[in-house]
């Protein structure tokens, strides 16, 4: 019996969608979804018959596990318990999105120990899992309302071109698919990057969607200075890091991103693409850097997300930081060690400006020890 083929574009409520997909879930079936890289077949993994059904349909060699899929970065954590620092940055900048990530489980601490000896042997027979939050809202909708993570793989027969249209899945997986999610070609056509991460060292095991240099640059340490419009404090505090930065690492700032870190800044009223104060250039010009080209950014969510570390001017920008975002609000400090507020010097005079610059100079070299020590230690441990 062919499976039961649904149209995502055409459908009245995709909220039926979503319970429709749920329910063959549940009920032991195999589904096939789109992503943004190639379609995909799911199984419970709450389910050991299902699973199996999945591996049989597969037909792939023993030893190649299924990757579990997962509702969001935040549960890697369930299933990894031991994420190092590297491992939990990844997973912050790349979920959801087409990267798998390869980390360390263990069964006795983590959620892979609740799966059924069957199931860890498809998807965690090394001692190692394979985590993936597509990027699609309707698979993302399932992963919320389902009990439990999804076994998950490509919906083709093992060593065949990956299915990237309905039509694809159907001709490959015909009727041992029960219910096929069509919502027209996959974005990408290429599939996820597969990435091990043990401790700080990183391994690309599959080149897909996102190349290598990419991959490299999301590993970086991350330092965002907050202010409110972003043409003043914190551009010279980005700056005046940048510097102090180099200087603890021994390169000249514009090698920083090839050394691991990266600073920016932002405001959280800030108007996109607002030039610095001609105060604020006239005195990094004093201090040997550039504010010429800065450009004003908000603070979005996806910076706080990245962010390894967010420096706040005030106490009240921390304040609304971590009103705005909890998960950020443990990464959140304030720039001066000694909790004073960096007052705003913009419309005072230069006098205002140079005080203000002295004293973000100050908070700047209390952090910049600390990060060089991480990103030199993260270096060590690489090699």
Known sequence: MP????DVHQADDLRDVVHRAVQALVE?????FPTETVYGVAASACNPEAVERLKATKDRAP??????????????????????PLAWRMARRCFPGPVTLVLDCDHARGLTGRLADSVKNAVCPTGTVGLRVPANQVLLDVLCMINGPLAFTSANRAGKAEAVTADEVIEYLGDNVDLVLDDGAARYGRPSSVVRVAG????????????TSTLERLTRYMVVMVCTGNTCRSPMAEALMRKALAAELRVPADDLDERGVVVLSAGLAAAPGSPPSAEAVSLMREHGMALDDHRAQPLTDQLLGHADLILAMTRSHQYAISQASPDAAGKTELLMPAGEDVADPIGGPIEVYRACANQISDGVAHHAKRI???VQRDEESKG
């Open 3 to 6: 499976p039961l083929r649904i």
């Open 372 to 374: 060089a020590g991480l």
């Open 28 to 32: 032991g079936k195999l589904v096939a």
């Open 200 to 211: 700080s060292k990183l391994e690309i095991l599959r080149e897909g969607v996102v190349g």
């Open 63 to 84: 030893g190649l596990p299924f990757a579990l899929a997962i509702k969001s970065a935040a549960e890697a954590r369930d299933y990894a318990p031991d994420m190092s």
